[in-house]
């Protein structure tokens, strides 16, 4: 199945994959009803536990996911999920947020959603964790001056002698980027994706592919949509399993990979 995109329902497909056979998993499924796939359903339940099965001890699963408001309420249905995925035996490894540059739905009473939730499931203790270090510090080069304390459960504060900061220690210029990601959102991005309703942005593929697996690992989508997933991996030097129900959706996620004879 390595570096193919197959069409069919992924629950099914992944029945035939081998047990304890994928290394990342990086996908985004269908946001309640913000969005028109073709009238397929999603079973989500069937879909995590075989997850579950089909990722290696250590294999990290990237679920990228948003609410709809319904009735002036949102739906929950992300915590819902990232329960369930706890429930089953993964670990919530980080709650991480993908912030929009642009809002596509502006409301009249509400803040602004510009937001999704980037949950981090592990397997285990993630065993590949390549954290992009591109933060600038606007203290580059100053000094540590403090001691590093830890608050009591009865409310007091104490050194930590476990975590004592070396006072000698200067900032460094660059460090470890938050959990909270800024990246562009825009169809224009992503050329040769035809007419999928939602399309998943390569630089936060590329990211998550990069922070959570090596060269030479395996990465699933299996709702690879428009075949950004696939295409990333490929050109990070991973294999890909791209799965995808829709016969329309899988020609616009090979096409793509052949523009970029990457199939």
């Not at 069409?7 to 290394?23: F, H, L, P, T």
């Not at 992009?132 to 009865?154: E, L, S, T």
């Not at 007091?156 to 990601?181: C, T």
């Amino acid at each position: 199945m390595k570096n193919k995109i197959i069409q069919g329902d992924c629950v099914e497909i992944m029945k035939e994959m081998e047990e304890n056979s994928v290394d990342l998993v990086v996908t985004s499924p269908p946001y309640d009803n913000l969005r028109d796939y073709k009238g397929y359903t999603f079973n989500f339940e069937g879909i995590a536990k075989e997850l579950f099965r089909v990722v290696k001890d250590g294999g990290v699963v990237v679920w990228v996911v948003g609410d709809a408001t319904i009735d002036g309420s949102e739906t929950g249905t992300s915590f819902k999920q990232a329960l369930y995925f706890k429930e089953i035996g993964f670990n919530l490894h980080d709650t991480m947020i993908y912030r929009k540059t642009g809002c596509p739905f502006p409301e009249q009473n509400r803040y602004y959603p510009i937001f999704e939730y980037m949950f981090i499931f592990s397997k285990g203790k993630p065993k590949t964790t390549n954290l992009i270090k591109d933060r600038k510090n606007i203290y580059a080069g100053a000094k540590v001056a403090r001691k590093a304390h830890a608050r009591q459960v009865d409310g007091s504060v104490k050194e930590n002698s476990a975590q004592r900061i070396d006072p000698n220690r200067v900032l460094k210029n660059i460090g470890v980027r938050y959990n909270i990601w800024e990246i562009t959102s825009s169809r224009n991005a992503n050329s040769g994706t035809g007419n999928h309703p939602a399309i998943f942005s390569e630089k936060l593929a590329e990211d998550h592919i990069i922070s959570w697996s090596n060269k030479g690992d395996l990465v699933l989508d299996p709702m690879c949509g428009s075949g950004t997933t696939c295409k990333m991996a490929k050109l990070l030097n991973r294999d890909f399993i791209g799965i995808e129900i829709s016969p329309e959706y899988c020609k616009i996620a090979e096409e793509r990979l052949r523009q970029n004879n990457l199939l």
